[in-house]
């Protein structure tokens, strides 16, 4: 470690993490006049550079509105009232629009996280990138600091408050002494091999395709980009899988009538993720908190990731604001029940999506009958297409 400091910031807020949730929490933090500074590992262009999935909740669009970032996703994003569960050649629509009165909005966590940046450049804001080393000090006292390296040269920032913003691989959930808190995980014996092709999507709303061969979605960005998921071995790797091997495992999944209309065509990005749902508890620790994947994973199933990050990004924002402007530390006191509360319902959701539409390893024949008994019964009962409906649009904050 070279010479300690040479150079020292002080801040309200430091914020590690330039993903999402802490874009979205140095934006929200702004508006109300509340400083904060940005550390992100990472060069700009990297964390644009991945792709993740697209589906706003109606929080997520409020809060991007509140920090004056919606404009685009208003003008680019699709706004859909509903979408499409199928089993074998069974599909049924399950309407938002009816069930909730509110749609949810299709725009890519690229595009939102790209305007987050150009808000946080226009109003100034410090972001530091390709940070290393980065230590936490002092969380649980009155003056916490975080200390990192920074083109060789060792920095610190002086802080009231530090939000652990740094996803799942990030230093701040480990600030949390072991003794202190509880890790709560399920891994699924499958993952999600995905695809991005230039081609128009196959049907204007999403469709989730539980089938023999196994889970697909069929999902979009715009008018001529689509994006495609289907279930795949741990064991598989992208490279196992060519660009027709893929559309024809797509076209086996989904209903004949869909299939038939696919249009197929190179993929321009091809990878698989692992499904896992993940939870730490607390969610703060002294004056450090964690927001969004740091302290949470979802299976991507319910499209939950952000719009839970986002949830966390509320609690604190408002626990802060409160803070600072009246005194009242009660926000900050209840951030982590607050936080957990509605996190652990989105956990519940998606572990329940992902458990209906998708085929297990293990699956017995009774299992089998457990899902298709589960999918005509939403299929057939209005109140069990609420239910789905109100956990899909997004639950209360
Ligand atoms: N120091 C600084 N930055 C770090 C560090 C570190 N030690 N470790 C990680 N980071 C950065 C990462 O490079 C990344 O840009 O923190 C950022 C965390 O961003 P995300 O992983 O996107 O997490 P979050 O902002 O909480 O967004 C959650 O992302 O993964 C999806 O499905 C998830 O949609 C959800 C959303
Ligand atoms: C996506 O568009 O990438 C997407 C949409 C819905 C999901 C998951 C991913 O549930």
Known sequence: M?????????????????????????????TRGIDSVVLERKTKAHVLSRIRAGVLERGLVGLLEEAGCADRLHAEGFTHDGTLLSYGDEMFRVDFAAHTGTPVVVYGQTEVTRDLYAAREASGGPIAFEVEDVRIEGADGPT??????????????????????????????????????????????FGWLGI????????????????????ALCSMRNANLSRYYIQCSLS??????????????????????????????????????????????????????????????????????????????????????RFYETGESDGIESYSTDALARVWKTQRFSWWFSSLMHRYPDQSAFDLHMQVAELEHLRSNQAAQKAMAENYVGLPY
């Open 236 to 321: 598989d790797s992208p490279e196992d899988w060519t660009d027709e091997g893929f559309w024809e495992e797509l076209k086996r999944r989904i209903p004949a009538d869909q299939a038939a209309k696919l249009v197929t065509g190179p993929s321009i990005e091809k990878s698989i993720a692992p499904l896992r749902s993940f939870v730490c508890a607390p969610m703060r620790w002294g004056r450090l908190f964690l927001c969004g994947d740091a302290a949470h994973i979802v299976p991507p199933t319910g499209a939950k990731g952000l719009n839970t990050a986002a949830s966390d990004v509320h609690y604190l924002h408002r626990a802060l604001t």
């Open 2 to 30: 070279g010479p300690v400091e040479e150079c020292c910031v002080k801040t309200q807020v430091a914020i590690i993490g330039g993903g999402p949730s802490g874009l979205l929490l140095a934006q929200l933090l702004q």
């Open 196 to 215: 991005l092709s230039e081609t128009p999507p196959v049907n204007d709303e999403l469709i989730y395709a539980n089938s023999e061969r196994g889970f």
């Open 144 to 189: 916490p600091s975080v200390i990192y390296s920074q083109g060789g040269q060792m920095r610190r920032v002086d802080c009231d408050f530090i939000a652990g913003c740094d996803g799942f691989h990030g230093v701040s959930r480990q600030a949390i002494p072991l003794d202190q808190r509880q890790e709560y995980e399920k891994v699924y014996p």
